[in-house]
């Protein structure tokens, strides 16, 4: 039997009923709520939209959602206190036009202090920033080799209509840098963040540009030092252990694929000076930058989400306008702009699905479950929130103002 009010019911949860008056008034899609003792409560949307079911095994499941707010919700997901068969389609009907569950649970306000203190403590000063990057990248090559495409590329791949292949799609995105950049054989870029070498290699192989990479990741500078050996192309790409604020010489262009999420609020206008000052006066910048909505921007900029206190310490997105504002500070100017979110979604679903058809071997490498509803709580969100339009993506190509 499917219930769909509260009223007489008795020995539930505490605070489901108020969670429940909330979820009733989502304006797309169906949820259902599988109390531990059976009963199912439905939550019905006017329109149609996902379809959601979760399965509560811990009663304080909705006191943590009450107390914590979404932090607390994704936390007892990771505990193990609720499932669901299909995270994806949760995480969809959450950003499907219900913005009263979206927006609902902000938690108690001592705790959102907390945990934005938490944040500060993780500003990306020149020694924060190393450590906030090894928290991520430096999980291991061989964690991340098991599920990316052979690129080896951990950034939204550019997609085709009706073109499925990831590493197609990736490749893609790197043509599509290369020729925003405008650069020819033989000029000396500079890669902002360089990752496992993905962009070095194909800019080098392909295209005959020269490239200098910056990373501040052990590990992804062994893997992609040796990766360049292996194909040849040590003449042509170097690669350096050095933080970008660092770096002082001129380059015919500089490429930067989602590390300025990484930099912090408080170093953007130094990640932009950086820009300017190593750009050769003609030359163009193009940049892969993740961005949130703006009438998001003020709310997110507010708090902490789960992707910053669990997968990407001390990072913070930027709004359309908020870049701008930075580009223009810096005496730079936008030349071009390519949005792609939906290319993000798809990539990201993709993702999942090599994540958990590989976990057998993920898991051997020492990584339990509660990591990987960690993974999974954080693939599927950021899948639905470029899917909805929460967040997108953008290739922006920018130079010098004249």
Not at 75 to 102: C, H, I, K
Request: proline share 3%; charged share 25%.
């Amino acid at each position: 039997m499917i219930l769909t009010s509260t009223k007489a019911q008795e020995g539930l949860p505490r605070y489901f009923a108020a969670v429940f008056e909330l979820a009733s008034k989502i304006n797309r899609g169906q949820l259902d709520f599988e109390l531990p003792d059976g009963r199912v409560f439905r939550a019905q949307g006017a329109h149609t939209g996902p379809i959601a079911h979760l399965k509560i095994h811990h009663p304080d499941t909705f006191s943590r959602l009450m107390r914590e707010g979404e932090l607390g919700f994704s936390e007892s997901y990771m505990d193990g206190d609720w499932s669901t068969p299909d995270l994806q389609a949760f995480m969809d009907l959450l950003r499907a036009d219900n913005d009263v569950l979206f927006d609902g649970f902000p938690g108690a306000g001592l705790v959102r202090y907390y945990e934005r203190m938490r944040h500060w403590m993780n500003r990306n000063t020149v020694g924060q920033a190393k450590k906030n990057i090894s928290y991520h990248y430096d999980l291991g090559n061989a964690f991340y080799a098991l599920w990316l495409d052979d690129t080896m590329t951990y950034s939204s791949a550019l997609f085709a209509p009706d073109q499925h292949d990831l590493k197609i799609a990736q490749l893609a995105k790197y043509q599509s840098i290369i020729e925003h950049l405008g650069v020819k054989r033989g000029d000396h870029i500079l890669e902002i963040g360089c990752g496992w070498g993905g962009f070095a290699h194909y800019a080098a192989g392909t295209c005959g540009v020269n490239v200098t990479g910056l990373t501040i990741s052990q590990e992804q500078l062994s893997f992609a030092r040796q990766r360049i050996d292996r194909n040849g192309l040590s003449d042509f790409v170097n690669f350096k252990l050095q933080d970008y604020r660092d770096e002082e010489t001129q380059y015919d262009g500089i490429v930067s694929i989602e590390m300025f999420e990484a930099v912090g609020e408080k170093y953007w206008p130094v990640y932009f000076d950086t820009v300017h000052r190593c750009l050769k006066p003609t030359a163009k910048a193009t940049l892969q930058i993740i961005t949130v909505h703006e009438d998001r921007f003020a709310q997110y900029r507010k708090g902490v989400d789960f992707i910053q206190k669990f997968i990407f310490p001390g990072g913070m997105l930027p709004s359309p306008s908020a870049l701008k504002t930075q580009i223009q500070n810096a005496g730079l100017q936008v030349e071009h702009i390519h949005d792609f979110g939906e290319s993000y979604s798809k990539t990201l679903r993709d993702w999942y699905k090599r994540f958990n058809a590989r976990w057998p071997d993920v898991k051997a490498l020492g990584f339990d479950e509660r990591f990987q509803r960690m993974w999974n709580f954080y693939l599927t969100s950021c899948a639905a929130a470029f899917h909805s339009g929460n967040c997108d993506v953008s290739q922006i190509t920018i130079s010098r103002s004249h």
